[in-house]
């Protein structure tokens, strides 16, 4: 028998048994759960247990609010419509659940008018608020800032609108708009993400304009504006697009890529003190594997954690690294384009659109799982992944200013209608087959036939490299495109 291999990135790890770990299809009855638009939020409700929560439209109106105990079973399934506008597109936003509510946001366009406003749940009941002022600006997320206060975020022409609610009063505490006349345009969502300090101000990363350049905004939670600078890479065609993080000591993290030709050939990440100075920054590699999306969070060990998902099959890189940017470890997942959500003790929860089988092939399917705080399923083959952490320096920040006035309030009332539904998980190890290096084909073929190798394991592999050697000085390398 002839042999033939190739260098790969995913290679085959059988973990141990992961304790409080599952990998499930989830079924809606009536419900379609791929192909996300808008993205769903995956949430820890505590206790081990999460929430999902799917906003729809067109032919599927309101949002599906799902909960899942620790042991990955469906204890309740809810569809929530607001009554007086079916058509309104719910959107997920940067912060969705914190002492038994869920926050969820909508937006409706009646011209001259944009209705838009935001639905917080909590348990079997559902209350909002809305705005039609066209000069408010549309709701785009809400974060919560403590057990007790919410803010919602808004922006047209311009302006980042807040408002604060107290959430057992339900009744507005201040609302402010704030505003930098260095900036001419924003897109329609600015707000790439908002997270908090350890001591409650709350940190919002502002796109700049149709740059890739961002301003950090320290806000109290009264609304004042404590501090703001602008992020301003050496390399004009880098941007600050992704998502950023505090952890407990106040530094903030922050992802970005580099886009060249619209295809992206960086991805690094950023650590800043609590004063918006500079730390390091580490590019982050991985070939073969082209960049679709990536999420650091702090962990409760002083370390973070990142999730580098790739497009196609076998996409998931998750790591670990340390406060002074050394990469202590990564593992490979195999979900396709999931949404991710990391819990402070590394805990992963993964809602993937694929149900892979054993032969490679794959279906459209909701697969929802949970890791152990180590990144392991129970029961199911893992990867292990190509990744590198490089150090760079090419960050600037400067000073920028920022005034606040008044602003429009939220201040009509909303109604929703609430309906039991049908929501089932069952178990499903799907993981493909890993790739290998090894193949056995036939000793003799005749001339013009066309040779195949006895697997089906690299059918799912991001990139394929022959080497071919044989008789007559034959010793050569093809890459399988």
């Known amino acids: 028998m002839k042999y033939l291999a190739f ?4 290679v085959f790890l059988v973990t141990a048994t992961a304790q409080n770990s599952y990998l499930k299809e989830l079924k809606v009855e009536g419900y379609s759960l791929v192909y996300f638009d808008p993205s769903p939020r995956v949430v820890d409700l505590g206790q081990g247990a999460l929430g999902l929560e799917f906003p729809f439209f067109l032919d ?5 609010l799902i909960s899942i105990d620790s042991s990955g079973n469906v204890f309740s399934a809810k569809h929530i419509v607001q009554e007086d506008n079916d058509a309104a597109l719910f959107l ?16 409706a366009s009646h011209f001259p008018n944009i209705t838009s406003g935001f639905a917080v749940v ?3 009941e559902v209350w909002g608020r809305k705005t039609s002022n066209s000069s408010a600006g549309p709701v785009t997320r809400s974060y919560f800032v403590s057990d007790s206060q919410m803010i919602t975020m808004s922006v047209m ?13 339900r009744q507005e505490l201040w609302s402010n708009v704030y505003k930098t006349f260095d900036i001419d345009t924003f897109f329609i969502d600015p707000v790439l993400s908002v ?21 950090l905004l320290r806000i109290s939670p009264l609304g004042d504006v404590v501090q703001s600078v602008n992020l301003f890479p050496a390399d004009s065609v880098m941007s600050y697009s992704g998502l950023h993080s505090i952890d407990n000591d106040g530094n903030i993290w922050i992802t970005g890529i580099k886009n060249i030709d619209n295809e992206v050939v960086e991805v690094f990440i950023v650590k800043l003190d609590e004063g918006h100075n500079f730390l390091w920054k580490r590019r982050l590699f991985a070939e073969n594997f082209p960049f679709y999306s990536i999420r650091i969070v702090p962990t409760l060990d002083g370390n973070v954690v990142f999730t580098y998902i790739a497009q196609g099959n ?20 195999s979900f396709y384009r999931p949404v991710v959500t990391v819990l402070p003790d590394g805990t992963l929860y993964f809602l993937g659109q694929r149900k892979y089988y054993e032969d490679g092939t794959w279906e459209d399917a909701g697969i929802v799982s949970k890791t152990d705080e180590n990144g392991d399923i129970a029961g199911c083959p893992q990867y292990d992944a190509c990744l590198e952490l490089i150090p760079e320096y090419d960050v600037e920040i400067m000073p920028v200013e920022w005034e606040s006035y008044p602003w429009y309030p939220l201040d009509d009332t909303l109604s929703f209608r609430i309906k039991d539904i049908e929501a089932t998980l069952t178990p499903h190890c799907g993981s493909p087959p890993p790739p290998t290096p090894y193949f056995a084909l036939p000793d ?3 001339a013009g036939d066309c040779l195949s190798p006895d697997s089906i394991y690299n059918r799912l592999a991001h990139q394929v490299e022959w080497y071919i050697s044989g008789p007559g000085g034959l010793d050569t390398t093809i890459v399988d495109t």
């Open 7 to 10: 260098v790969f990135c995913f």
């Open 60 to 64: 599927t109106l309101g949002f599906v």
């Open 92 to 107: 997920t936003s940067s912060d969705v659940y914190r002492g038994g509510r869920h926050v969820v946001n909508f937006r």
């Open 122 to 124: 909590e348990g079997d």
């Open 157 to 169: 022409n311009g302006r980042v609108g807040l408002a604060s609610f107290d959430l057992n009063s």
């Open 195 to 215: 997270s908090g300090f350890p001591n409650g101000d709350i940190s919002l990363m502002v796109r700049r304009g149709n740059t890739g350049f961002v301003d």
């Open 314 to 333: 076998l996409p998931v890189i998750y790591g670990k690294i340390t406060p002074e940017g050394e990469l202590l470890w990564y593992k490979g997942f």
């Open 444 to 446: 003799t073929i005749c």
